[in-house]
């Protein structure tokens, strides 16, 4: 299958490493000008560096702590260089830890980091996408939207809100020939898992390597995804072969999620 996004203009957001990075990276190969959105200027440049004819590609510096700084970035990319076809929503999780024990300023700078950004950045994309008839809108989020994983309090309830966030914006969206879809990532090979990974085998009082081939064993396919393998589905997914999938939650988890 050939997706083709020759002439598509791309805004991946956390794409400096794990999931972002091989997003952008898929993004690139198959044609599509990619813009990398994070806070970290040199990891920046040097992802830009991988990318397939790099300079066609570029960065916006901002921080999802802000979003009206990264909404007001991003409009004024929109402005001086052209508008966005694919927007990619995604930025680390939260804190692991109980939700009995999270803080109030936990749930704030996860719904900022995660909804109110995502929120901001389809308010300043949507416009273009409007106009041409066409616009992809996909949200990497987790397996939490169909099942808590425990001790991911703070996570579990802010990526439902995301869920529901997106689901809502489908159905807005949809007439305009723009779809909305969540990536669902299962246990995934990157600094965010093994920081999870550490957390666990600590509070198990077993080994980093114990705790890690015990969720291997949690997946039918008895490993990890590695980024590449969840880049593809998103990479199709903003592809205009996936015209008529919206609205739909997308586990890429090896077949660990058991409900349906």
Not at 24 to 40: D, M, S
Not at 76 to 84: A, L, N, P, R, W
Not at 192 to 198: A, V
Request: charged content about 20%; overall charge negative.
């Amino acid at each position: 299958m050939e997706l083709n996004l020759n002439n598509k203009n791309a805004l991946v957001c956390g794409s400096t490493q794990g999931i972002g990075r091989a997003t952008a990276i898929a993004l690139a190969k198959e044609g599509a000008h990619v813009t990398l959105v994070a806070r970290n200027r040199e990891k920046l440049k040097e992802v830009l560096s991988e990318l397939p004819n790099s300079e066609n590609h570029s960065y916006i510096v901002a921080d999802f702590s802000n979003p009206r700084d990264l909404q007001e970035q991003v409009i004024k990319f929109i402005e001086k260089s052209h508008g966005f076809h694919i927007l990619i929503n995604n930025t680390g999780g939260p804190r692991s830890g109980d939700i009995l024990n999270a803080s109030l300023e936990e749930f704030d700078n996860a719904f900022t980091q995660h909804l109110k950004c995502n929120h901001v950045l389809a308010q300043a994309v949507v416009p273009f996408m409007k106009d041409i008839g066409f616009g992809r809108i996909i949200n990497i989020i987790s397996t939490s939207v169909k099942e808590p994983i425990p001790g991911l309090g703070v996570s579990n309830t802010i990526r439902g809100a995301v869920g529901n966030w997106s689901k809502t914006l489908s159905i807005e969206l949809g007439p305009f020939g723009i779809t909305v879809n969540n990536v669902l990532p299962g246990f995934t090979e990157t600094e965010r898992l093994n920081e999870i990974i550490k957390i666990k085998a600590m509070g198990a009082e077993t080994s980093v390597e114990e705790m890690t081939e015990i969720m291997k064993n949690y997946s039918p396919a008895k490993r990890f995804a590695q980024p590449e393998e969840t880049a593809m589905v998103i990479t199709f997914l903003a592809s205009e072969a996936a015209s008529y999938v919206n609205g739909i939650n997308v586990p890429v988890d090896g077949g660990r999620t058991k409900s349906l």
